[in-house]
T-cell receptor, first 114, second 112 residues
Framework: DTGVSQDPRHKITKRGQNVTFRCDPI?????LYWYRQTLGQGPEFLTY????????KSRLLSDRFSAERPKGSFSTLEIQRTEQGDSAMYLC????????????FGPGTRLTVT | GNSVTQMEGPVTLSEEAFLTINCTYTATGYPSLFWYVQYPGEGLQLLLKATKADDKGSNKGFEATYRKETTSFHLEKGSVQVSDSAVYFC???????????FGKGTRLSVIA
């Protein structure tokens, strides 16, 4: 069990640029979640995959955000035309039926939009 | 919808002091309850959990009891250490495939 990994760990971009983050879940986990955490707040749910199917999207996921999990393994989260309000920590978590309600979190990608 | 409310921080304690961080929840069913901890520069780690009423979760000297009658899951530790300095998040999940709902977090600083 190598844990959930995320890449990059830090990203600084200029407003208006596109960014893409990657999450590699624990290998046997078929469920994958994306969260956003802003300063002083708890993580907020963005979207959820079961295998390759995106089953749920939060209203926080504006049309500038898109997430994919093409082969049911790793996932990418893309933000187009970034805004300063997108600056946050983006967290990925994974789980499986055997983990029950417990989710395993990655270290996060910290995005700074200048 | 489901929600979690936890006490605002920051909380500053001296080493060996008693810690309580309050957490209450609103949920339609019978959720599982969690405390996650985030140490400086690190990701979220599960500290403890409880899956049904009156269950007590415990780990590393921390405890929390699932109180259905008061919809609470307060975190306690009898004697904190400097190494406990972190942000603590209360969270719930009502089904195994639904996302966690988090509170805003409570920052704990323990001074020697």
């Amino acid at each position: 069990d190598t844990g959930v990994s995320q890449d990059p760990r830090h990203k600084i971009t200029k407003r208006g640029q596109n960014v893409t983050f990657r999450c590699d879940p624990i290998s046997e986990h078929n469920r994958l979640y994306w969260y956003r955490q802003t300063l002083g707040q708890g993580p907020e749910f963005l979207t959820y995959f079961q295998n390759e199917a995106q089953l749920e999207k939060s209203r926080l996921l504006s049309d500038r955000f898109s997430a994919e999990r093409p082969k049911g393994s790793f996932s990418t989260l893309e933000i187009q035309r970034t805004e300063q309000g997108d600056s946050a920590m983006y967290l990925c978590a994974s789980s499986s039926r055997t983990t029950g309600t417990r989710k395993y979190f990655g270290p996060g990608t910290r995005l700074t939009v200048t | 919808g489901n929600s979690v409310t936890q006490m605002e921080g920051p909380v500053t304690l001296s080493e060996e002091a008693f810690l309580t961080i309050n957490c209450t929840y609103t949920a339609t069913g019978y959720p599982s309850l969690f405390w996650y901890v985030q140490y400086p520069g690190e990701g979220l780690q599960l500290l403890l959990k409880a899956t049904k009423a009156d269950d007590k979760g415990s780990n590393k000297g921390f405890e929390a009891t699932y109180r259905k009658e008061t919809t609470s899951f307060h975190l306690e530790k009898g004697s904190v250490q400097v190494s406990d300095s972190a942000v603590y998040f209360c969270a719930l999940s009502d089904q195994e495939n639904t996302p966690l709902v988090f509170g805003k977090g409570t920052r704990l600083s323990v001074i020697a």
